[in-house]
């Protein structure tokens, strides 16, 4: 299937307006639709304990990252992700050890 028959095939799904007004928020703010559409999640719905972040790792690193969690997985860890091992790392960090030309 090449690129635009899946083009096609979704724009024969999708209804246009709909996904205008998913888009611009106003799907989610619909007061005559409030039993039916989703809501957007307020501030103080979500968890304060933690957040979810983007940072930028270069491909060699996140490889390791990943051999070390199946890794950890072979031993029994089956609980171990990226996220998990990186906050182990992080407590682990002597701040007076780490070089000048970080």
Known sequence: MS?????????????????????????????????????????SDKPAHYKVICISMYTKDLDQLDEMVEKLKERGLTKANRSALIRFALAQVDLDAVPRGL
């Open 3 to 43: 690129p635009m028959d899946g083009a096609r095939r979704a724009s024969a799904v999708l209804d246009r307006d709909e996904v205008d007004s998913v888009l611009s928020g106003e799907f989610y703010s619909r007061a005559n639709d409030s039993d039916r559409r989703p809501k957007l999640i307020s501030a």
